[in-house]
């Protein structure tokens, strides 16, 4: 894979011969702000534009900022749907053990869930990269 962005809360990977962009959120979120929080929700987007993918996989266990609604919100509006729109079809989460964390996530997923984009996006929850993987890559889509 590929490094294709490095922040100081995210490092962004890129496999071409797997169509894959890969998150992985640091434990510095923690002491993420909202716009610096948006800033990397957009960076994710234009990825997506430069680096054509089918799959992206967000590993968020060490993911420690907390999504407020009014962000959840924004995040389904202009982001969720702007990637389903470039042609991501499958979007795995590896969640963090630690609840507040992972209801967060969860909850922003839902609420882009929610939007009923006009394009094929399925999005999983998992606990490990290999679970992720295995339904990115391996399982057939659902119904």
């Given at each position: 894979m590929k490094l294709i962005r490095k922040s100081k809360f995210t490092r962004r990977f890129y496999d071409e011969n797997q169509a894959l962009i890969?998150?992985?959120?640091?434990?510095?979120?923690e002491f993420?702000?909202?716009?610096?929080?948006?800033?990397e929700m957009l960076s994710a987007v234009e990825l997506v534009k430069k680096y054509p993918c089918k799959y992206f996989l967000a590993d968020t266990t060490w993911f420690k900022y907390v999504i407020s609604p009014d962000l959840q919100d924004w995040t389904?509006?202009?982001?969720a749907e702007a990637i389903a729109n470039l042609g991501v079809?499958?979007?795995?989460?590896?969640?963090?053990?630690?609840?507040i964390s992972s209801l967060s996530v969860e909850q922003t997923v839902e609420e882009a869930d929610q939007l009923k984009v006009n394009k094929p996006y399925h999005l999983a929850y998992?606990?490990?990269?290999?679970?992720?993987?295995?339904?990115?890559?391996h399982s057939q889509p659902e119904s």
């Open positions: 890969k998150s992985i959120w640091l434990l510095s979120t993420m702000t909202d716009v610096r929080y948006r800033q389904a509006t202009h982001i079809m499958r979007f795995a989460y590896i969640i963090p053990e630690e609840y998992f606990y490990t990269e290999e679970e992720a993987r295995e339904w990115l890559f």
